[in-house]
T-cell receptor
Framework: DQQVKQNSPSLSVQEGRISILNCDYT??????FLWYKKYPAEGPTFLIS?????DKNEDGRFTVFLNKSAKHLSLHIVPSQPGDSAVYFC???????????FGPGTRLSVLP | EAGVAQSPRYKIIEKRQSVAFWCNPI?????LYWYQQILGQGPKLLIQ????????DSQLPKDRFSAERLKGVDSTLKIQPAKLEDSAVYLC?????????????FGPGTRLTVL
């Protein structure tokens, strides 16, 4: 079974600085990972993904890094903005890649 | 395009009562998911449909939870009878197809409180 851990329940960062959110997973049979962002009273929205053929994927201010040997992902946000304040979930594949297991989330607060 | 619709947004019931949630996925999306999100945790998959067939319901507590997706479009999730530990946000999501290459779009969720 896939297990996903996000060991930092919360993170506070000053506006303009880098935010780094970490994620660890246990089952590397299918290497395709997702990050979702969630605002209060809304459903999660897809942010960025990465597959095992890459070790980095960049989309604007958001970059995800994959370390397959360590079974570790990180999401970098540079520069951080107050609108980035949200809960961020990492998700790893399960059931032969048919669905995903979500981590417990990291609450990011970007302070002006 | 319209997003995933869910109703109701909030529901308060007493334990042992029944409750039902409704989801209308994005038009054309074959795959529909129901998740349970308990406070402080990530969404946990309850059931996954591909059109009107069940792909995965291994984590659905079948003694009290049931779900259906008639005609491969709308879906309902029912809890009968509810327990205190069922208090959570119930999220519906849809995607064009299963698998990681197809983004899941989430609805706003239904917040259930069981007293």
């Amino acid at each position: 079974d896939q297990q996903v851990k996000q060991n930092s329940p919360s993170l506070s960062v000053q506006e303009g600085r880098i935010s780094i959110l970490n994620c660890d997973y246990t089952n590397s049979m299918f290497d395709y990972f997702l990050w979702y962002k969630k605002y209060p009273a809304e459903g999660p929205t897809f942010l960025i993904s990465i597959s095992s053929i890459k070790d980095k994927n960049e989309d604007g201010r958001f970059t995800v890094f994959l370390n397959k040997s360590a079974k570790h992902l990180s999401l970098h946000i540079v520069p951080s903005q107050p609108g980035d304040s949200a809960v961020y979930f990492c998700a790893a594949p399960e059931n032969y890649g048919q669905n995903f297991v979500f981590g417990p989330g990291t609450r990011l607060s970007v302070l002006p | 395009e319209a997003g995933v619709a869910q109703s109701p947004r909030y529901k308060i019931i007493e334990k042992r009562q029944s409750v039902a949630f409704w989801c209308n996925p994005i038009s054309g999306h074959a795959t529909l998911y129901w998740y349970q999100q308990i406070l402080g945790q990530g969404p946990k998959l309850l059931i996954q449909f591909q059109n009107n067939g069940v792909v995965d319901d291994s984590q659905l507590p079948k003694d009290r939870f049931s779900a259906e997706r008639l005609k491969g479009v709308d879906s309902t999730l029912k809890i009968q009878p509810a327990k205190l530990e069922d208090s959570a946000v119930y999220l519906c999501a849809s995607s064009l197809d299963p698998g990681g290459s197809y983004e899941q779009f989430f609805g706003p969720g239904t917040r259930l409180t069981v007293l």
